[in-house]
């Protein structure tokens, strides 16, 4: 038996509100009381066992649409995340950073910190930093290069977990009948396991991200600005999520007429 969901980050808004705390539609909460409104979880097959737990539920991405007024440009490929009170699927990612420039760093302190002369120095990995002159004349791979840029510490890639991450690829844009462009669809091959406790009564933090596994951001719009992001709660302007829901009991609930052909 399986079942559908929609999400839409539309939400997102409070009416109770002028000031809305999550303007960014790729970075949004769904609260419990619209996941407790979510029957699917009631009527599962195999009535009390399934409720109790016994088996869990496969997820499908069917579709996730994002308006072009908000990413002109498609990404090839994006993750959705979904964070809920337990994850059974999880993996990790070296976290980049894209498009980044060279790094630089502050070379051995050993060397730096000490002495009284000191000069702009590249060492031969091509990082810069303080060098007592002494040192850095004398050491293979200092050249001395006066006008090297200030020194930064390096950003040293760490691991995100993907807890509940589909991997979404472009599929398609839709446009309307005069030719414009309406959004983009992405759709995952892969399937997420979840089970009742996860997601039901849970509030849910949903992220849209890059291949980097950085958050996106909605073009021409400003966060910060309320006048600016307004626009961010029309329809027209929100992302999109379809689902299907599949349960699959354990061993234990498997009798006859309730999935015993999966023995």
């Not at 539609?25 to 979510?38: G, L, Y």
């Not at 302190?109 to 930093?129: F, L, M, Q």
Request: aromatic share 10%.
């Amino acid at each position: 038996m399986s079942t559908s969901v929609f999400i839409n980050s539309l939400v997102r808004y409070d009416e109770n509100v002028c000031e809305q705390e999550e303007p960014n539609p790729f970075e949004f909460t769904i609260n419990s009381k619209q996941t407790e409104a979510w029957s699917l979880w009631k009527t599962t097959p195999c009535g009390n066992n399934a409720y109790r737990e016994v088996g869990c539920y496969e997820v499908h991405l069917d579709a996730l649409t994002i308006p072009s007024s908000i990413m002109p440009d498609p990404e090839p490929m994006i993750l959705l995340n979904i964070d809920g009170s337990q994850n059974l699927d999880y993996g990790h990612m070296t976290r980049v950073q894209c498009n980044n420039d060279l790094c630089q760093q502050i070379i051995d302190p050993s060397r730096c910190n000490c002495g009284a002369t000191y000069i702009p120095c590249v060492d031969y990995k091509g990082c810069t930093g303080l060098v007592r002159e002494s040192v850095c004349m004398g050491n293979i791979g200092c050249t001395g290069v006066t006008g090297a840029p200030p020194p930064m510490p390096c950003k040293k890639p760490t691991k995100s977990n993907l807890n509940n991450t589909w991997v979404a690829y472009y599929d398609c844009t839709v446009n309307n009948s005069a030719g414009d462009t309406l959004f983009h669809v992405y759709k995952s091959k892969s399937n997420i396991n979840v089970t009742r406790r996860s997601w039901f009564g849970c509030a849910l933090k949903v992220k849209v991200m890059d291949s980097c596994g950085i958050v996106l951001d909605p073009v021409g719009f400003d966060l910060d600005n309320v006048c600016s992001y307004a626009p961010l709660f029309c329809k027209s302007n929100q992302v999109l999520a379809s689902f299907t829901f599949h349960f699959i009991p354990s061993q234990s609930n498997i009798g006859p007429g309730c999935f015993s052909e999966q023995k």
